[in-house]
């Protein structure tokens, strides 16, 4: 039987040499090759764009190319812990917490920040620094605190630390004396958290990938909604009404990874498809 043009005998798209190259090239610029301690992260990119079309293809070689991969975690922790020693200039009372739910029921990544960064910190003579793993509990009284200080790798919708706010503020918090420090933020997160009267400081702000444009080359922002949109139907890609996974939770439109790959980042980096012969592995398996 005559095979189609284009395509092997197992139905995958064939790449040129031109499409590896600068798919090679994209994961260059993102900084994925050097912190690819698995050693196989190229083989495992170009096999995901074997299983897509030409323009699907195109579309995910942009967005590989500006994935925001973070290898140096903890130098940005020490840039943290610097920051922080920088605002405790009053003899008072500080606090630092991680990020987490009013009520918190697993570990999360901010509570392994919080350590790291409680470890490494030097705090000044004269003023106290107070260590709380759980910032909403019933204990707590911020009437005569001067700085909350709150600590994450990640924020990306804004929506556990607003919900954690709101619990505060009927402690005595006013959002001014609220100080947020992560390693990547994504700009939605910023602004409402700025909104509210808080300070957030982040060292990677990180945008919609296709929503601003920032992720899909030369392509128009609808016809990249359109090409991405045949990805997560094709390989059927996880999505709901209420989070949008096929876009990140909260339709945050992501591109990072830190020591996993966050909910918020395009799904086709971190979901995964298989009736038995895994159609979509993932990139990044959460």
């Given amino acids: 039987m ?24 994209s994961l260059e610029s993102s900084g994925m090759l050097k912190a690819d301690y698995r050693g196989n992260l190229f083989d495992v990119i170009a096999d995901r764009a074997g299983r897509l079309n030409a323009k ?31 605002i405790l200039t009053k003899n008072g009372k500080y606090i630092i917490s991680p990020l987490v739910s009013y009520r918190p029921s697993k570990v ?15 705090v000044p003579r004269g003023i106290e620094l107070k260590k709380e793993r759980h910032p909403a509990s019933k204990k ?25 706010y709101s619990h505060l503020r009927e402690r005595g918090l006013n ?17 409402r958290i700025e909104y509210i009267g808080a300070n957030i400081s982040t060292r990677f702000i990180i945008p919609p990938a296709i929503r601003s444009g920032s992720g899909i080359g030369e392509l128009s922002i609808q016809n990249a909604y359109d090409v991405y949109e045949t990805i997560i139907s094709d390989k059927k890609i996880r999505k709901t009404d209420n989070t949008g996974f096929g876009y990140g939770y909260g339709r945050s439109e992501a591109l990072v990874c830190l020591k996993r790959v966050p909910n918020n980042t395009l799904a086709i980096f971190w979901n995964e498809w298989t009736d038995g012969r895994r159609r979509w592995p993932a990139i990044f398996p959460r």
């Fill in 175 to 191: 959002a001014s004396k609220l100080h947020v420090f992560t390693i990547v933020a994504c700009r939605q997160a910023i602004s």
């Fill in 140 to 164: 707590m009284d911020y009437s005569n605190v001067n700085t909350l200080i709150i600590v994450d790798d990640f924020i990306g919708t804004g929506d556990q630390l607003l919900s954690l």
């Fill in 56 to 86: 699907q293809r195109a579309l995910f070689t942009e967005l590989v190319a500006r994935f925001t991969y973070i290898n140096n975690y903890n130098a940005y922790i020490f840039d943290i812990c610097t920051e922080i020693e920088s």
């Fill in 2 to 25: 005559r095979q189609k043009a284009g395509y092997r005998n197992n139905q995958r798209p064939v790449m040129d040499i031109n499409e590896l190259t600068r798919l090679g090239q």
């Fill in 108 to 122: 999360k990544s901010g509570e392994v920040v919080f350590y790291d960064i409680t470890t490494t910190i030097r």
